[in-house]
């Protein structure tokens, strides 16, 4: 989806602000939102993304996750394969771990930049958790305004406020700056469907955990 398209909706970019919705015609040259924070640096760049990593960051094998949090495939992935890798690889700090979003459409980009608030990785992990299982409910409706609204009162159950939430969902900078960083992720590994894997260097579609077990195991050594 191109850039101009994720970040408006009805004509407009679209933030949460408040305890509403409120949608503003976007500059015509950037598609973000007049009057939305937008920090750059003092050379003018965008603010950098924090890669998010669990298990041991100095791992021999690395292996990175292309996931959108609207993909049912990938909901499915989080709720079996990846509990697994996740305690006999990624607890035991046999592999390094990067999670990156994907996004196809704008409730992913929302949901991210909800979970990205912080710039924490316990956070991020923890609330990626939230999204994944409560998929269907935060999506259910099918309308903007109120899958904000849900991703709002999801949030706000892992402890973050109204104040915390306007800020990071009126972000136009880290907006920007979240999908010019998937894109160029998407190009450089050749990402076209999710969830997709690249487990040190080499692309994966989806698998079974066994068929992931087999992979890690034979690069373990």
């Not at 760049?45 to 924090?50: F, R, S, T």
């Not at 991210?112 to 956070?123: Q, T, W």
């Not at 450089?188 to 087999?214: C, H, L, V, W």
């Amino acid at each position: 989806m191109k850039r101009r398209t994720l970040l408006a909706a009805g004509g407009g970019a679209l933030v949460a602000l408040g305890a509403g919705l409120t949608v503003t015609r976007p500059d015509p040259q950037t598609g973000l939102l007049p009057g939305a924070a937008y920090a750059q640096s003092t050379d003018g760049a965008l603010p950098e993304v924090m890669e998010m990593v669990q298990g041991d960051p100095n791992a021999a094998v690395e292996v990175i996750e292309y996931a959108s949090f609207t993909c049912p495939h990938c909901a499915t992935f989080h709720a079996n394969q990846y509990q697994a890798l996740k305690e006999n690889y990624i607890e035991t700090n046999r592999i390094r771990f990067v999670s990156r979003e994907v996004y196809f459409d704008r409730p992913g980009l929302w949901a991210s930049m909800i979970a990205r608030c912080k710039n924490d990785v316990d956070f991020f992990f923890a609330f990626s958790g939230l999204l994944y299982e409560q998929q269907q409910d935060w999506l259910a409706s099918g309308d903007p305004a109120t899958i904000i609204e849900d991703l709002r009162r999801l949030a706000k159950t892992a402890g973050l406020d109204d104040a915390t939430l306007d800020a990071c969902l009126s972000d136009a900078a880290k907006a920007e700056a979240l999908f010019t960083w998937y894109q160029e992720n998407a190009d450089r590994d050749a990402i076209t469907g999710t969830p997709s894997f690249i487990i040190d260097g080499q692309k994966y579609s989806n698998m079974a955990y066994d068929e992931f077990a087999a992979i890690l195991d034979e690069k373990l050594g």
